[in-house]
């Protein structure tokens, strides 16, 4: 039965994204975990990362199913469709990496329509839960990237999830989305009060690996600040800054399978990966 984690920061830019792919690697790769990742932004980046650029173009060409068919499945069809069906997980889990011990990375893609869904969001917050919760026994863990404004896709990635863990740029500004997500966490557990949501922790990325810089520290220090008044865990080890990332993302790789990426750079991440799965309880 799958842990499944959010990656949520109402801050755009954070490395949300950047986090979700080489955290779902790190579990499936170096735990060998069953591990499904899901994209729920309508920029798609996710997907892409996984996919590649032009992979995923050719996907959406082909009409691959993506998280949209998840929650526009019972969307009044168009007078010339026929009436919805109920769509099986198979069709929208894209199998991206499966190895003979088991393991597995699936992907569900997404794409820029899932914006429409925003536009007409009644009853839908329950329709990713409730697809999860089909296909959870396939998987250790499920990953789900957010994006960085809160609508129904929030809601629903709350609704899915046992853990949020928060990444965090230490920058000028860097507090600006926590007390957003503070309240908006508050109030979702006052309207579900049956369902445990625990932050795993907010992690800092794109940061000065000798912790020497004064604006990151300065940050460092705010971003400390705020947890210690909500109750949220820090995470000792910190994504440093490395060029790897982004290259690494083009390629399709995580940063300890890019051949740029120096030893230490790819160690360091491999704490943050076994601290993290440590806090979900997966190591
Ligand atoms: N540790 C890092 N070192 C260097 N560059 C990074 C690092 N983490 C992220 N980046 C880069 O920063 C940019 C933003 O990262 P990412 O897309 O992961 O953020 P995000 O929080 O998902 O953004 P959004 O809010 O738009 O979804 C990307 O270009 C990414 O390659
Ligand atoms: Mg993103």
Partial sequence: MATTVSLINMKGGVGKTTLSFNLAWYAAWKKNLRVLAVDLD??????????????YLNYLKKEGRTVVEVFEQFSPPAAARKAPEPIS???IVYPLQEWNDGSRLHLVPSRLELAWTLR???????LLPRFLAKVKDQYDLIIIDCA?????L??????????????VKP???ATIGLPLLERSLREHKLRREDQTLDLAGIVFNDADPQRVKREHNIARNDVRENAAKYGWPVFENEARHSDSYPTGARTGKP?????WARYHVANEFNLVGDE???KVGLL
């Fill in 42 to 55: 309508p920029q798609s980046n996710l997907s892409q990362y996984f996919m590649g650029a032009m992979g």
């Fill in 276 to 278: 993290f799965l440590n």
């Fill in 89 to 91: 997980p198979e069709d």
């Fill in 148 to 152: 960085p404004t809160e609508s129904i």
């Fill in 255 to 259: 940063i300890f399978l890019t051949k």
């Fill in 171 to 173: 920058e000028y500004l």
């Fill in 120 to 126: 007409n969001p009644t009853d839908k917050s329950d």
């Fill in 154 to 167: 929030t809601t629903s990635a709350y609704i899915s999830s046992r853990y949020i863990l928060v990444p």
